[in-house]
């Protein structure tokens, strides 16, 4: 069974970092991209990032390219998303999901990430 | 403002057809599939369809989906009180680069 688990979502001040996590299990993780999506409260699903199943390209939304970075560990079966220089409207649940068919297949619960002072 | 236009909203009735539109552009849903997610705010979004029209193994053959030109529909036959839920289309974009969702659309069961 796919298993994904998110985690490392925080109250975080304007301005600051955060490192999410998702732990995936259940299939072989380094032969599918991976990606992350967010709901803000009271909004829609918006794609933020994706990687290749090999790492080695990276794609983002507009409005978190230069501040936020995913990534991807094969030998421990994580995914990651490092932000940094955190606004308020990034404030949302967080969503990993694993690419399946040529688009995404979700599995977890989120993390809550919420920019406040 | 999402690149994919999808109604805010949708109702019927329990055994009812309804259908959901999901319209964009040739760089979307013009050249590229098109998936159809269900998603309860708080859980993760189920996919209900994948590459226009396929279904995954475990979602009942009452959703269904079609795809022409730069429009895209999911429809729900035999409406039932748990399909209540915010509805979602999900496209590549070629010219974005980047995957964009619709706004989604409410479905009320009434």
């Known amino acids: 069974e796919v298993q994904l688990l998110e985690s490392g979502g925080d109250l975080v001040q304007p301005g600051g970092s955060l490192r999410l996590s998702c732990a995936a299990s259940?299939?072989?993780?380094?032969?599918?991209?991976m990606c992350w999506v967010r709901q803000a409260p009271g909004k829609g699903l918006e794609w933020v990032s994706s990687?290749?199943?090999?790492?080695?390209?990276?794609y983002y939304a507009d409005s978190v390219r230069g501040r936020f970075t995913i990534s991807r560990d094969s030998s421990w079966n994580i995914l990651y998303l490092e932000m940094s220089s955190l606004r308020a409207d990034d404030t949302a649940l967080y969503y990993c999901?694993?690419?399946?068919?040529?688009?995404?297949?979700?599995g977890g619960q989120g993390t809550l990430v919420t920019v406040s002072s | 403002q999402s690149v994919l236009t999808q109604p805010p909203s949708a109702s019927g009735t329990p055994g009812q057809r309804v259908s959901i539109s999901c319209s964009g552009s040739?760089?979307?849903?013009?050249?590229?599939?098109v998936y159809w997610y269900h998603h309860l705010p708080g859980t993760a979004p189920k996919l209900l369809i994948y590459?226009?029209?396929q279904r995954p193994s475990g979602v009942p053959d009452r959703f269904s989906g079609s795809k022409s030109g730069t429009s895209a529909s999911l429809a729900i036959s035999g409406l039932r009180s748990d399909d209540e839920a915010d509805y979602y289309c999900?496209?590549?974009?070629?010219?974005?680069?980047?995957?964009?969702f619709g706004g989604g659309t409410k479905l009320t069961v009434l």
């Open positions: 999900a496209v590549w974009d070629s010219s974005l680069t980047n995957w964009v």
């Open positions: 040739i760089s979307n849903i013009g050249n590229n599939f």
């Open positions: 590459r226009n029209s």
């Open positions: 259940g299939f072989t993780f380094s032969n599918h991209a």
């Open positions: 990687i290749t199943a090999d790492g080695r390209h990276a």
């Open positions: 999901a694993k690419e399946y068919n040529s688009g995404w297949s979700f």
